[in-house]
């Protein structure tokens, strides 16, 4: 793969010392919002819109986003932008939402004087908010219509927040969908190439850029990362810093991002936990031993809950369907272990997942469905991990467990599975991911005894 380099421990020194040097600028995304640790706060807030304006999306599956929300009722001819930024506005203002770990963590990090969010919760100010209580932190909107520039001296005047698509509160001139996103962005462009913006423009020129779970897409993201650095893309120079996940998975982006002469470090992985792992280094740098150890130990706790958890092995064409049989499992009382959610940035990878296959977790899912059939991928040789441990449990099965979530497959469509032949007969179906009552109970019952058994020894 173009551009694929080896994130380590020089990479995470050289992070630290620009961090230190007040060189990065984190732009914060979507990716990195949640209304608890299960769910994003996008998915939240397009169920609560969905409901408030009668838009049907049962055909989308249970987990929609707020765009999706937003085409269905534009569909609508007498649909109203003003009533949706509305109706987004009332619900937020509604709630009150706790930080998610990894906005606290970054929030936490003192050389970061300037953060930039591509959201308009207000999430990531709570978060500013109550981890420094004893700073002045400043919220700058850059919602159309207003022409609030970076003061000259925000160094010095404590922590400084810009929301570059607007905040809800400016309701109707955020943006909230995609179709929102380009206006925001081209009149952004505007103001950020005349007097309107300029100390903004010129930061974003001189600084490294830090982007955290951006989740726009491959095209929109390549147009913002270009918005933002301003010069002719070849002649950028400054690094870039991306931790987004499955990032290697987007070869025309990785592509077009290498056009520039700057250097780009791509962070694969999940961004909430490459958040997490960048403060506890950088508190170790800074000697915050107490804060690292409250940290540490609740990481320790979190890893020990993982023992004995069920492995999701999915493609990433199944994602969705991984998704939903997740959040059904976690909802029934199950403890599951998903690399989206569970692998730390930086981790080894392949190591990390051939050791929770062959001793931690208690039992072994693998979703199956017309693209695990058909396509080549990593998910394969996690399979060939599971087989080997597989026949140590006899005739009986309990610990490979294949789950067909493809509606229009069956168990004799199964030729690439390399599950041992007396597991066969167990194959459960589970359309799109949806898990049922029998089946979670039965996992649970997995695990218990996964655990008692670990228990004695």
Known sequence: MPGKECWNNDSWDELIDDIEAGVVIPIVGGGLVTVDENERFDTWLATKLAEKLGV??????????????????????KADPDTLHARIKSTITGNTFKPSQSLLDLARIKPFKLFLTTTYDGILEAALNEVRSNENVTSISLAKGKRQDLPENWQIVGATLVYLLGSYLDSPNFAAWDADIIDHVLDLHVRLGNEDLKNLARVLQEKKLLLLGMRFGDWLTRFFIHLVRRPPWHLDTKPTYIAEPDVFAMETFVLFVQG???????????????????YLRWADRARLTKKIEDRKSAQSQMDKALEGAVFLSYSRKDKEAAKTLYEGLKKAGCDVWFDEFELNPGEAYTDTMERRIRRDCGAFISIISKNTENDEGFFHMERDWAKTRAIYYGATGGFYIPVIVDPQMSA???????LPRHVRVNVVTLPNGEPNSDFCKYLIGLQTQFRNKRAKN
């Open 260 to 278: 520039r002469r700057g250097e780009t470090r791509f962070i694969p992985g999940d961004p909430e936990a490459f958040a997490g792992e960048l």
């Open 56 to 77: 049907n999306l049962s055909s989308s599956g249970p987990r929609y986003n707020v765009n999706q929300v937003a085409q269905a009722y534009f569909t609508n001819s």
């Open 412 to 418: 004799q469509d199964l030729r690439k599975e390399p």
